[in-house]
């Protein structure tokens, strides 16, 4: 049996921090992949203009370009509507039964889980994976196991206001997102 990490996310863009938490994780846990899964509408955010699909995909497999231990895992995107994490782990345990998932939340999320879908269910079949974020609490109704890491305040709202801006963005992203985002002019660029 495999330990699979599930990390969700628009990735709108992938920046350093979603790397940095990823490492943390994998090797915390002692995983043995951490997979990217970009949301296609993710339900907190309905309303909030995503960059396409294809971009942010594209972002992504350049950002942990070299790493064997990360992946980029598509199935939310092969579904319309808004991406429900207890759609998402239901389909994962029942096309990988011999893996264990831990899903990687920041504690933005830990807040919010009494109001997840089907949260109760979703509790019986992954083991919810904590990181703290400043301002936010890790304190959960709910069992979330923590895992320390290291600071690293950044967002992806932020960085793109500072690309809007014409602000600098090195060592917020990886080189090669840079690069992308300036060839396919995202962001204001």
Do not use: C
Not at 35 to 61: A, G
Not at 93 to 109: A, H, L, Q, T
Not at 158 to 173: F, H, P, S, T
């Amino acid at each position: 049996m495999g330990k699979i990490g599930i990390f969700g996310g628009t990735f709108d863009p992938p920046h350093n921090g979603h790397l940095l938490m990823a490492n943390e994780v994998l090797h915390s846990l002692n995983l043995d992949k951490i997979w990217f899964m970009p949301n296609n509408i993710p339900p907190h955010k309905q309303k909030e203009p995503v960059t396409e699909t294809h971009h942010r995909v594209n972002m992504l497999k350049r950002a942990i370009e070299g790493n064997p231990f990360f992946q980029v895992q598509l199935i939310e995107l092969e579904r319309e509507g808004p991406s429900f994490t207890y759609d998402t782990v239901k389909i994962l345990k029942e096309r990988y039964p011999n893996e264990e998932f831990y899903f990687i939340i920041g504690s933005d999320m830990i807040e919010n889980l009494p109001h997840w879908h089907r949260v109760e269910e979703l509790m019986d079949m992954v083991q919810f994976v904590g990181v703290k974020r400043n301002g936010y609490s890790n304190e959960s109704t709910f069992f979330v196991k923590e895992v320390e890491v290291p600071q690293f305040d950044v967002s992806s709202t932020m960085i793109r206001e500072r690309l809007k801006n014409g602000q600098a963005v090195d060592y917020l992203l990886p080189k090669k997102v840079i690069q992308y985002i300036g060839e396919n002019r995202l962001y204001g660029t």
